[in-house]
């Protein structure tokens, strides 16, 4: 798969620590710490749901589930997060609440989509 990231660009001080404050405030919040140890900090966009969909998630665990990828993967890829957040068995319902919202406003055209690539 071609991969389809335009305008890619190293963040700034300012970008990186919003992303830094915004992290904390997560249960992702181990991410700040990569990023503070010196990961490489880019932003782009993505021009391809496929290919979006193919990339690897942050999530090892959502609600109880976790990536059933006959690769060995540890992480989950995005277009796997949704079904396993509608999993009856898992119980992380305030996830799927909110990424529903994600979806409805992307429907109505009024969500920005952004992609951070944290190396």
Same mark, same amino acid.
Request: charged fraction near 25%; charge should be neutral; aromatic fraction near 6%.
């Given at each position: /798969?071609?991969? +389809?990231?335009?305008? &890619? ?6 970008? @990186? %620590? ?5 992290? /904390?405030? +997560? ?10 140890? !010196?990961? &490489? ?9 496929? $290919?979006? !969909?193919? =990339?690897? +998630?942050? $999530?090892?665990? =959502? !609600? ?8 060995? @993967?540890?992480? $989950?890829?995005?277009? *796997?997060?949704?079904?396993?957040? &509608? %999993? ?8 799927? *609440? ?7 406003? %992307? ?8 992609? +951070?690539?944290? &190396?």
């Amino acid at each position: /798969m071609t991969m +389809t990231i335009a305008k &890619q660009a190293t963040c700034g001080p300012v970008e @990186r %620590d919003a992303l830094i404050e915004y992290l /904390m405030a +997560t249960p992702v919040r181990w991410a700040a710490d990569l990023i503070r140890g !010196g990961a &490489q900090l880019s932003k782009g966009e993505v021009n391809s749901r496929e $290919f979006l !969909g193919s =990339l690897e +998630t942050i $999530f090892e665990n =959502l !609600g109880g589930r976790h990536p059933r990828g006959v690769d060995g @993967r540890k992480r $989950f890829l995005v277009r *796997e997060v949704l079904p396993a957040l &509608q %999993d009856p068995q898992c119980t992380d319902k305030a996830s799927l *609440e909110r990424l529903l919202l994600y979806m409805k406003l %992307d429907a109505a055209n009024t969500l920005e989509i952004k992609i +951070t690539i944290v &190396q």
